[in-house]
């Protein structure tokens, strides 16, 4: 997440030129502070899924991982490698889906993030962007979590990659 210093200027996108002078101060507040909480609850919902496919892709790939070692190790010959190329194939192009859907997410995070910000300034405090980065004493506690998100959908690649060259070269036909 940005800090202060990369914060998007999104008034020009955000606020409607007349949105003070339609309605009276109390109304304007109530409407934004209703807005702000429909956004917010939004964004945890968006936060929700990411995790959730995030769940769905790793308990899949523990489980390909954990068959094909069963396999393995009962295995003592294998017929054709040249058939195993396609479920790698397969793997791989499942790996590449779930990198891509880590980076649309981070994408659209960053979005809803910059959003929520813009509309704490007009709200008397800002306790989502700036209030709760200082309590996190400006290191975001976050990053080795998103270094892990995006590395994942690799390490698993390569993992299916060192297990064909195995089948390969470690197990005779």
Same mark, same amino acid.
């Given at each position: ?8 200027? *999104? ?5 409607? @030129?007349?949105?003070?002078? &339609?309605?009276?101060? #109390? %109304?304007?507040?109530?409407? +934004? ?29 523990? *489980? ?5 070692? @069963?396999?393995?190790?009962? &295995?003592?010959?294998? #017929? %054709?490698?040249?058939?195993? +190329? ?36 007009? @709200? ?7 209030? #709760? ?41």
């Amino acid at each position: 997440m940005p800090d202060n210093n990369d914060r998007i200027d *999104l008034s020009k996108e955000l606020w409607n @030129l007349n949105d003070t002078e &339609q309605f009276d101060n #109390e %109304t304007y507040n109530k409407m +934004l502070i209703e807005q702000y909480k429909i956004y917010v609850e939004m964004a945890d919902r968006f936060s929700a899924r990411r995790s959730w496919v995030h769940t769905f892709f790793l308990v899949f790939h523990a *489980l390909v991982l954990g068959i094909l070692g @069963l396999t393995l190790n009962h &295995q003592t010959r294998i #017929e %054709t490698t040249g058939m195993l +190329l396609f479920p790698l194939l397969g793997l791989l192009v499942l790996c590449y889906a779930w990198w891509r859907l880590v980076q649309y997410f981070r994408r659209v995070a960053r979005a809803k993030q910059a959003v929520i910000a813009e509309m704490e300034t007009r @709200l008397p405090s800002s306790s989502f962007w700036n209030a #709760e980065r200082k309590a996190m004493s400006r290191d975001n506690p976050y990053n080795p979590l998103k270094r892990t998100e995006v590395t994942m959908p690799i390490v698993f690649a390569l993992l299916y990659v060192f297990i064909y060259l195995y089948i390969i070269f470690f197990i005779p036909r």
